[in-house]
């Protein structure tokens, strides 16, 4: 079965950094399309960030662009995203996704593109 495990989040004060990492497992792939989305309570999911395994291509929203890094490492099977200069409308909820079966198109972010997902991890932001 695959999972998608996320770790790193936590609590950090306004302007801070925090690295979240999201951990596949149950899967051998090579070419897939991994993000980041977030959510706050009410509110409807975001999409954060995204990765194709393969050639590597990033893609951010305008308002982590510049700030937020999105990486991959092929030997861990894991992706990362590296949250630098956090502001408290960071804070939320940040949810791992997969798509194995070459559904998203880069500029169209659906969350029913992806097939896979993960338990999400708490980000908090104080300032």
């Known amino acids: 079965q695959v999972q998608l495990v996320e770790s790193g989040g936590g609590s950090v004060q306004a302007g801070g950094s925090l690295r979240l990492a999201c951990t596949v497992s149950g899967k051998t792939y090579r070419r897939a399309c991994m993000a980041w989305w977030r959510q706050t309570p009410g509110n409807e999911r975001d999409w954060v960030a995204a990765?194709?395994?393969?050639?590597?291509?990033?893609y951010y929203a305008e308002s982590v662009k510049g700030r937020f890094t999105i990486s991959h490492d092929s030997a861990k099977n894991t992706v990362y995203l590296q949250m630098t200069s956090l502001k408290p409308e960071d804070t939320a909820m940040y949810f791992c996704?997969?798509?194995?079966?070459?559904?998203?198109?880069?500029?169209?972010?659906?969350?029913?593109?992806?097939?896979?997902w993960g338990k999400g991890t708490q980000v908090t932001v104080s300032s």
């Open positions: 990765i194709w395994t393969e050639g590597e291509s990033t």
């Open positions: 996704a997969a798509d194995f079966n070459g559904q998203v198109v880069a500029g169209s972010w659906y969350e029913i593109h992806f097939d896979t």
